[in-house]
């Protein structure tokens, strides 16, 4: 491989360093280089350059440069040292300014995988006469069809929509993009070097999803606008009977497993508002945006102020005449000046050219969003201070979040609307890089806080008096705690929803007791709102129900169903959690809960706890 010494000179100046540094000892096979380089500060979430100051990000790069040229100029790429899982470990503590506990370092060196390699390469040859259907090609149906395929497992995918991508396809509203670093939010084994932004928009990120699907074949087994409507285990055949709609037709057939990729964001919630019926103008939700333009020169409403609304407003304000905001409560942002900034092409060159250079970034991204915040999400019972936080910690983000806000507002009149009364990080927090409050001080922006009483023909009539609109956009969110819905799912002891409505019970939020065969990912309780990223999630369900299928076909075994007490030991266990901590906390109400206040959706857990328990499949937790 020939690297040029100026193009690498000058992609240096947009590095890492902290990642640069540990890079060396792959170049020089010496553990030791790491004592003679300046070490990073204790890293911080969205912090990659370790606090180092300009006299010793030059230092690395001066070494780098010279041991990297010389690496290069008598070896090639595929020479460079892999070091061993101590060494490993050692780097993991230079980069991130502090020692990696002990119970942190499997689950870091499974996802830096340093010696990763294409896994389309391992894809295997069917084993097994066992078929699974997987419900949804969005990001966790793809993936489940990948990790599938590379064991050997018959599947095929239904898909309701005429294409794939899930929520990165039907989200096309502006500004719709993630809200996880992008070098982290992919897969672990299917890195993208190229992403445009750091925080990436839909169309990009859908981009990225059809690669993969095609990339490991799996359109010959999906079948699309194939809506999955009824599904009932029969125990005399041990199969499920399944009920899809295609093309105005019904088709029923039996299957033998079934894993749920619908996930928890699938159905759009509108609220229950009389008069819905005799608006004349424009009105959808924000997961269902036309083709038309609606926005250009029109009196626009945003119904909501959460992760959606929070995204359209800055990219449509401009071009409306008039545009409303009916907010129920504000949110709480995170300070983020990335959040909509490009990645230069030095860092892609980077990315792209310098081996593991992408790995250590991903780690370096990863570890400070892992568990770090988790702590302070816990209800301290004899703090008294404040009822707009829950301890001493999370007391002191919610001045920090103020403080970055306050700085922001310039018409006094918005500050108490905007300035959340509620604990930090008890909703969905939000990437603030100033464009939300930058809208809401255009002229021709308004925020109201009164309440929505119902339509009318001509627009909102609000708790003061009625709004004329051309557009109304419920950026409402979803039926989150529906989970399934609107498949009717009976595993032999009656329909799901009827039995749990909006409190489901599982075990992971995997599997159920009362449905054999069956499995879900991005299922109930798993939703990540203090760390990691979804996939993150995703690859941990994956790999642990494709375990439990391998574990049926090693055995023989047609039936595979958790047991009902361990299911209720982590049930009650999950709830106790809850019970303790800020989403659950009387001053917040969100989408995590359900009707009667209880968080339902949303993970309580460490990362490495769960990557723990899901890397370790155990039958004797199943009846089979």
Request: aromatic share 12%; charged share 25%; with cysteine.
């Amino acid at each position: 491989m020939n690297i040029n010494k100026q193009t690498l000179e000058s992609a240096l100046d947009s590095a890492s360093f902290p990642v640069v540094a540990v890079l060396l000892v792959h170049f020089t096979g010496d553990i030791s280089i790491l004592d003679k380089l300046p070490k990073p500060n204790q890293v911080m979430l969205g912090e990659t350059q370790g606090f180092l100051s300009k006299e010793d990000k030059q230092i690395i790069k001066n070494l780098a440069l010279k041991e990297i040229c010389r690496f290069f100029s008598t070896h090639e790429a595929n020479d460079i040292y892999v070091p061993s899982n101590e060494e490993l470990n050692q780097m993991m503590n230079f980069i991130v300014g502090e020692s990696v506990s002990s119970d942190y370092i499997p689950m870091m060196l499974s996802d830096l995988n340093i010696a990763s390699h294409d896994s389309k390469s391992d894809l295997g040859i069917t084993k097994t006469t066992l078929e699974v259907l997987i419900v949804g090609a969005g990001m966790s149906g793809i993936l489940a069809a990948i990790k599938l395929a590379e064991r050997g497992i018959k599947f095929k995918i239904y898909e309701k929509n005429i294409d794939l991508g899930g929520t990165w396809y039907e989200n096309k509203y502006p500004g719709s993009r993630v809200d996880i670093a992008n070098h982290f939010y992919s897969y672990s084994f299917e890195e993208n070097h190229q992403w445009s932004e750091h925080f990436s928009q839909q169309p990009e990120l859908l981009d990225y999803f059809k690669r993969c699907f095609d990339k490991y074949d799996i359109r010959k087994n999906t079948y699309f606008e194939t809506k999955v409507t009824d599904m009932k285990f029969d125990d005399l055949t041990q199969t499920w009977e399944v009920v899809s709609l295609n093309d105005g037709r019904s088709n029923t057939e039996m299957i033998n497993i079934v894993i749920s990729c619908v996930g928890q964001l699938n159905q759009a919630k509108i609220p229950h508002i009389k008069g819905l019926d005799k608006f004349q103008g424009n009105m959808f939700h924000s997961s269902k945006w036309p083709d038309s333009d609606v926005i250009d020169g029109k009196k626009v409403a945003v119904v909501g102020s959460g992760a959606s609304a929070f995204q359209i407003v800055p990219s449509i304000a401009k071009y409306c005449e008039e545009l409303t905001i009916f907010q129920r409560s504000p949110p709480w942002m995170f300070p983020n000046l990335k959040y909509h900034e490009k990645v230069d092409e030095e860092k892609k060159w980077l990315l792209e050219n310098l081996p593991f250079y992408s790995r250590w970034y991903r780690f370096l991204l990863f570890y400070p969003g892992s568990d770090q915040l988790l702590d302070s999400l816990f209800i301290d019972s004899s703090w008294k201070d404040r009822e707009d936080s829950i301890n001493q910690k999370n007391d002191e983000m919610r001045e920090l979040f103020t403080n970055a806000m306050l700085a922001q507002i310039s018409d006094q009149s918005l500050i108490d609307k905007v300035i959340p009364k509620y604990p930090p990080f008890g909703k969905r927090m939000l990437q603030d890089n100033g464009a939300w409050l930058e809208a809401l001080h255009l002229p021709n922006v308004t925020l109201l806080t009164e309440g929505v009483e119902c339509m009318s023909a001509k627009g909102i009539v609000s708790s003061e008096k009625e709004h004329e609109f051309d557009t109304v956009i419920f950026a409402t969110g979803f039926k989150a705690q529906d989970f399934f819905d609107p498949i009717d799912i009976d595993g032999g002891s009656g329909s799901f929803k009827s039995i749990y409505k909006d409190s489901p019970r599982s075990y992971l939020g995997i599997t159920f007791s009362s449905m054999p065969n069956f499995f879900a990912m991005y299922g109930p309780g798993t939703n990540l709102a203090h760390a990691g990223s979804i996939i993150f999630n995703s690859e941990c369900q994956i790999n642990y129900i494709c375990s439990a299928i391998e574990f049926m076909m090693d055995n023989d075994c047609k039936v595979i169903k958790v047991k009902p007490d361990i299911e209720k030991q982590y049930q009650d266990r999950f709830d106790e959690q809850h019970s303790q901590m800020v989403w659950q906390h009387p001053k917040v109400s969100s989408w995590y809960q359900n009707s009667t206040g209880k968080v339902v959706t949303t993970s309580p857990w460490r990362l490495v706890e769960y990557w723990n328990w899901t890397n370790n499949f155990n039958p004797d937790e199943y009846d089979f």
